[in-house]
């Protein structure tokens, strides 16, 4: 049993499930004619979650296929959405975040919270805000992470970067990498200015964040997209980044590379991706079966064990499966019951959700983000 | 005055060929064309007008809707990141045209008038080579190469030299551009200089020209045009370059193709972006006509 989830963890291991991972986008490119296609199931979603050792028993189970359509970002799964006819998609992953813009465009299904495993959550997961609207469930999470600051444990000990002070030090000077995005770097840096939670600010509060963002361009060491931040981090061109997880620098100290990641005394940031049905599938039945089998104990703890992207998740039946096949993993991932693990943070109050600007737009928060770039 | 005698009938062996004659002759080379014009039209010129007709249309709720509104070409010339960007790009792509230029010459020259025929193509197949192949994939093992614990400063420890900051900045941009811009500029020169008459050289030589005046006073003025054509080009790959400013300084500061990216990424703004890629085709178009002025321009000399 065990060893049918565990993965080969060598960097040999590493590279060759992104080599495949890679490869499998190239083939398994999803096209609008699949929408008809009565065994196919259309998955708009970000990369590598069509991964056979995510889907494949499910395709087995169920005789059919999954056709993802990628997406990098938010902004852009909108983008793909608007410009697709309805019932091009049947299942739908999104960040948290943005399910209320997917809600408001009509573009969900509401679910019956009755057809998921939601009682196998933690309590504080069972009614997840993001997810429900005007007491209609929208979205099923599949799984969700932390984001704080990430360091190089050569260069930091980790009483150095309890704080996100750490980043206006003499030390971090033009070492300081950013995750280009607007919405988790800004985050962080709003968590670092006493905001919480950090998105629901006054506008006052925002030119407050503003200044505290721009006084850090002197630090700054670049912008990075997410395949440049794992190599920023490893080639020393980044020794603090601010914004990202455990997701990224958990695959690469298990590859011998000195990194880590602290949630800040000011706080973390939680990241949560949710599967929705999409309006207008014809699939309806496959799609709910899909985010069940997401839900399961078995479709959880392969969430959480994908060779390059290690996620903590919702269910704590999958919680006890992860315990019970593969213990070094809980361990690892900090997925263990009854000992200290991620839900500590989250109990503790210390983690805020990320959300859309609450009271400016998101052009503003992205023109700042623009602008603090080009200084 | 006695009737023109008509002309003796041409045999058939000579004539060409009458499926090619039959129609006007001026129309074959047109109808030839007529395909080439009707695919540029459709896939360069259509998109073209396409790409600036939405440069007045609105995004509401991510969504594109058509409008007529100024508001994208005023919030995007006016705004401090776009001058600064465009500021930098220019500033770049003007720095890796005289780095390209200053290495390509002697390179070419070397290649065109000093290695045997044999050896030259050899240097010329060497040259094609990187043309082709993958340019995000060098970009990456410059990212190996020039790492803080990378190759470059690996053999630096080696001699005793500290580590140094290498990748992250104008030095590594240069790096990155000079890989992409460096082999097409090398290649265009050889061309013009293989193709330079010798007997030119030669005739200069037996005057009693030095090799600098040789350089200086006829292969220089022989492939001016050359010159003109490899800055060009090369300023206009590192003025449109996207993979080496975002991953050899991490987009520090932004070139206007990121700036482009970045407008598209800020929710999913289309006519902003398509406003900052019109300008980026105006100003290319700009430098391309300046080329073309420059290379065309008869340059006065005076006589000896």
Known sequence: ????????????????????????????????????????LNYLSWPGNADPYLVGEFEKQNNC?????????????????????????????????????????????ELDPADYPLKDFWPEFQ????????????????????????????????????????????????????????????????????????FDLSDAAFAAVKKKLFSLKSQAS??????????????????????????????????????????????????????????????RDLARKFIQYTASP???????????????????????????????EAQILRLELGKPNVMDEYKKGRIAFRELPKKQKIEDWNDVWSEFKSL | MPPASPKPPIPDAFRPSASIYSGSPAAVPVALGLPVMAWQAVFFLAPLVFLVVITFWQVRSFRLEPAFVLDNWTRILWSTPFHRALGHTLQV????????????????????????????????SLLVVPVFSSYMLRIYAWQVVLGADGIANAVLGAIGIPKLQLLGGAFSLQVGLLTLTLPVAVLILVFAMVGVDRTLIEAAENLGCRRAQVIARVLIPSIRPAIVLAGTTTFLLAFGDYIGPLFMTGSKPPTLSILLVDTVKSGSQWPRASVVGVSMLVILVLVFALGRLAGSVRIRRRSP
């Open chain 1, 65 to 109: 296929k999954i056709r993802i359509k990628e997406y990098v970002g938010g902004d852009q799964m909108l983008a793909v959405i608007n410009q697709s006819p309805p019932g091009s998609f049947d299942v739908v992953l999104a960040d948290a975040e943005y399910m209320h813009l997917l809600r408001a465009a009509d573009y969900l299904e």
């Open chain 1, 1 to 40: 049993m065990q060893k049918r989830f565990l993965p080969d963890l060598s960097r040999r291991g590493f590279l060759r499930a992104g080599a495949g991972v890679a490869a499998l986008a190239a083939s398994s490119r999803w096209s609008p004619a699949d929408a008809d296609e009565p065994n196919v």
């Open chain 1, 298 to 328: 078995d479709g959880q703890v392969r969430q959480a064990t994908k060779v390059d992207n290690k996620k903590s998740i919702p269910s704590m039946a999958g919680w006890k499966l992860l315990n019970d096949t593969m213990p070094k």
């Open chain 1, 222 to 283: 670049g912008f990075y997209t997410i395949a440049d931040i794992f190599s920023s981090l490893t080639n020393g061109q980044a020794h603090l980044v601010p914004g990202i997880g455990e997701w990224i620098t958990l695959g690469l100290r298990m590859s011998g590379k000195p990194l880590d990641t602290i949630i800040p005394a000011e706080g973390g940031l939680q990241w949560t991706e949710s599967l929705s049905i999409a309006k207008g599938t014809k699939k």
């Open chain 2, 93 to 124: 792509a003007a720095t890796t045209t005289v780095l390209a230029l200053l290495l390509a010459l002697p390179l070419a020259y070397t290649i065109a008038f000093r290695l045997s025929a044999r050896v030259r193509d050899l240097a010329v």
């Open chain 1, 127 to 198: 009614k997840f805000p993001l997810h429900w609207f005007d007491g209609k469930l929208y979205g099923v999470m599949s799984d969700f992470g932390y984001l704080g600051l990430s360091y190089n444990t050569e260069v930091y000990k980790p009483d150095e970067v309890g704080s996100y002070e750490a980043m206006w030090k003499p030390k971090a000077k033009g070492k300081v990498g950013f995750f280009d995005w607007y919405l988790p770097s800004m985050g962080t840096v709003s968590l670092a200015a006493g905001n919480h939670p950090p």
